[in-house]
């Protein structure tokens, strides 16, 4: 299968899998609604490499983008995908962590 080399990580799709579902697997940060060509919300930038299409997408697509969710990866391909920044978690935080002095 085609390696997937984004700003962060160098992954393998599975057998089957979308590109959108890869880049969720591997904690990527995607934005999507249809999953299916018609929103445009998923689409990223590919710096190299190509990609195919079953059924060109509805959604609009500018140079060079994608859209993760309905493309076949045909080829090693670069992209402009970040992994999913996550949040402290503040309830995680002991916020009486300190040691209590008596006196
Ligand atoms: S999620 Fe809608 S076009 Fe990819």
Known sequence: MP???TRH?????????????GLERTGHEVEYQCRSGYCGSCRV???????????????????????PCCCTVIEPIEIDSAMRMTEPDLFDVDLFDEPIENG
Do not use: H, R
Request: glycine share 8%; net charge negative; proline share 5%.
């Open 45 to 67: 930038k590919l710096l190299s490499g190509k990609v195919s299409y079953q059924e060109f997408p509805l959604a609009f697509i500018g140079p060079n983008e994608i859209l």
């Open 3 to 5: 390696l997937i080399t």
């Open 9 to 21: 990580k160098t992954f393998e799709l599975q057998e089957g899998e979308t590109l959108l579902e």
